[in-house]
């Protein structure tokens, strides 16, 4: 079993829907949760950074880790065509304080 | 602000030659330095990483090396390229324990 698992998608969606992107984990350990976002040809650029269970907002998108079912979740309010693109998952893992443990990442298309 | 360089952003070799890729980092100091590939379609794969000037830990053993000759500086490196080293080779820098890592834009290596 992976230790971060996320559905690589694509998921296609109309513009202005609520994206919801999910990753689930193995470790009750894991901490610290990040998502990436990811344009083709590009380095992935960090979106949110959760510690720990709860929501985090920031515009229109909100993080949630619930760590009781050891799943976590990015929702993207009023999605927009500019919002096309990779979207990763990442927990800083427990046996190293210097690797994060990525999932594989969700291709996310928004159609105008 | 800090700031991530990796170059060249494309490159084309020949099987059996050699490589170098460099990676920068400007704005902070003593940070954590990562090198990942990207295979098409898929998560990162980390390849090595660095906590200090001269130390380097290697996640997959190959034929590709990696130094750190400089506090801000990371480079990769192979004496004689494979096929299969064929992707996505991304720069990133991080700090400290399970702290969220940031990407440079990579480079697209193919061989021929």
């Known amino acids: 079993q992976k230790e971060v698992e996320q559905d690589p998608g694509p998921l296609s969606v109309p513009e202005g829907a609520i994206v919801s992107l999910n990753c689930t984990y193995s470790?009750?350990?894991?901490?610290?949760f990040m998502w990436y976002r990811q344009y083709s040809r590009k380095g992935p650029e960090l979106l949110m950074y959760?510690?720990s269970s709860g929501n985090k907002e920031d515009g229109r998108f909100t993080a949630q880790v619930d760590k009781s079912s050891k799943y976590i979740s990015l929702f993207i309010r009023d999605s927009q065509p500019s919002d096309s693109a990779t979207y990763l998952c990442?927990?800083?893992?427990?046996?190293?304080?210097?690797?994060?443990?990525w999932g594989a990442g969700t291709k996310l298309i928004i159609k105008p | 602000s800090q700031t991530i360089h990796q170059w060249p952003a494309t490159l084309v070799q020949p099987v059996g030659s050699p490589l170098s890729l460099e990676c920068t980092v400007e704005?902070?100091?003593?940070?954590?330095l990562y090198w990942y590939r990207q295979a098409a379609g898929r998560g990162l794969q980390l390849l090595f990483y660095?906590?200090?000037?001269?130390?380097i830990s290697s996640e997959v053993p190959q034929n590709l090396s990696a130094s750190r000759p400089q506090d801000r500086q990371f480079i990769l490196s192979s004496k004689k390229l494979l096929l299969s080293d064929s992707g996505f080779y991304l720069c990133?820098?991080?700090?400290?324990?399970?702290?969220?890592?940031?990407f440079g834009d990579g480079t697209r290596l193919s061989i021929l």
């Open positions: 990133a820098w991080g700090r400290g324990s399970n702290q969220p890592q940031h």
């Open positions: 959760t510690y």
């Open positions: 470790n009750s350990a894991f901490q610290y």
């Open positions: 660095s906590v200090g000037i001269g130390q």
């Open positions: 990442a927990t800083g893992g427990s046996h190293s304080n210097y690797q994060l443990i």
């Open positions: 704005g902070t100091s003593n940070p954590n």
